[in-house]
């Protein structure tokens, strides 16, 4: 952490000392070249917040810099030139500072939040019976059948379709209930099986509490809408893909809506996003205080992986939750590969095993 700090100084020196060469018009744009050496600066100083001192000797010799930086002049016929100039080198140190930023984070110690995040996924129910319902690679997910009979589950929920959906197919056949699907990307209905009662809509699922918009409305509504708003708890699935906009949903959903689902299957997405993961955590601590925990993982191979010190979590992340779980001595700091688990792509090879924080 300390040399990447001190890789970050010295880029902004070099921005600062680059401005005092005759290749530059020193007047024009020196105010730029401050501003941006600055920042990089600021933004080594925002990597790791308690090294207090070591980032003040860093803004003593950045001052340094900028006092003894000397002023020259140029003609101004060769300002636009050398303004580009300017530009490309800029691009080049935020290039770079960007991939210092991404490896100091990933070197850094992790945040509490992403521990928290990372362990509210651990595996920690038993199920006797499970199962894949859905595709046989992306688009099939396993739930638990231990407590899945016809007559106990009045219907299903299915977001994020784009014009099929096995696991709806799946679902409705073997329990013999309607499925609700939703989409407001793609308006091709799903074909369904003679057997089953697929009922889409073209329309996507919105957070509780955000404003009206054209082809998007929150669970309560669609819930309503369905004759489920008063529905006992436990007797409805949900099976969620909706490409990141499920952490928001999740975050603010009220958990007597959650709770009215048996099992909730979802695809998340955007794990290395660590800035995001206050949100994600707030998501996670939603569905597991409305009575849920998680069954099972599975990594998507499309979505490649995310470390976070000398832990590991593949960026797109299946997870199954069940409300009526059977305990377990402990949970599972790793995924736990079940013979229904599937790649997702097929000309790739299977992620490792997540690590979780034990």
């Given at each position: ?28 744009s020196s105010g730029h070249e401050q501003h941006l050496g600055t920042c990089l600066l600021q933004r080594a100083t925002a990597v790791q917040a308690p090294n ?53 984070a990933r070197q850094a110690a992790t945040s509490n939040d992403t521990r928290a995040l990372l362990r509210s996924f651990r595996p920690c129910s038993i199920c ?28 299903a929920y299915s977001y994020g379709i784009s014009g099929f959906d096995g696991w709806g197919n799946d679902v409705s056949k073997a329990l013999q209930i309607p ?180």
């Amino acid at each position: 952490m300390i040399l990447t700090l001190k890789l970050l100084a010295l880029l902004a020196m070099a921005v600062l000392s680059h401005s005092t060469s005759d290749q530059f018009h020193k007047t024009a744009s020196s105010g730029h070249e401050q501003h941006l050496g600055t920042c990089l600066l600021q933004r080594a100083t925002a990597v790791q917040a308690p090294n207090r001192q070591r980032h003040a000797d860093l803004q003593a010799k950045l001052d340094q810099t900028l006092v003894q930086a000397p002023t020259r002049q140029r003609q101004s016929s060769a300002v636009p030139a050398k303004r580009s100039g300017f530009a490309d080198l800029q691009a080049n140190l935020d290039q770079t500072l960007s991939l210092l930023l991404e490896k100091a984070a990933r070197q850094a110690a992790t945040s509490n939040d992403t521990r928290a995040l990372l362990r509210s996924f651990r595996p920690c129910s038993i199920c006797q019976k499970h199962r894949r319902y859905g595709e046989p690679h992306d688009g099939g997910y396993i739930l638990c059948d231990d407590d899945l009979q016809p007559g106990q589950i009045k219907a299903a929920y299915s977001y994020g379709i784009s014009g099929f959906d096995g696991w709806g197919n799946d679902v409705s056949k073997a329990l013999q209930i309607p499925v609700f699907e939703y989409d407001c990307t793609n308006p091709k209905r799903p074909a369904a099986c003679p057997s089953c009662d697929l009922r889409f809509n073209l329309e996507c699922i919105s957070q509780h509490g955000a404003p009206n918009k054209p082809n998007f409305a929150t669970l309560s509504t669609q819930l309503q809408r369905n004759g489920h708003h008063q529905v006992d708890e436990g007797s409805l699935l949900l099976k969620i893909d909706v490409e990141g906009a499920e952490w928001k949903v999740f975050a603010e959903e009220p958990a007597e809506n959650l709770k009215k689902f048996r099992e909730i299957v979802v695809e998340f997405h955007n794990l290395g996003d660590f800035f995001s993961h206050h949100l994600y955590l707030r998501a996670m601590k939603n569905i597991l205080d409305a009575g849920f925990v998680v069954f099972h993982i599975h990594g998507n191979n499309y979505g490649g992986e995310s470390t976070f010190g000398t832990m590991r979590v593949p960026t797109v992340l299946e997870v199954t939750f069940l409300q009526h779980p059977k305990g377990k001595d402990g949970c599972e700091s790793h995924t736990v590969t079940l013979p229904e688990d599937a790649v997702n792509n097929p000309g790739s090879a299977e992620l490792e095993p997540a690590q979780l924080v034990p």
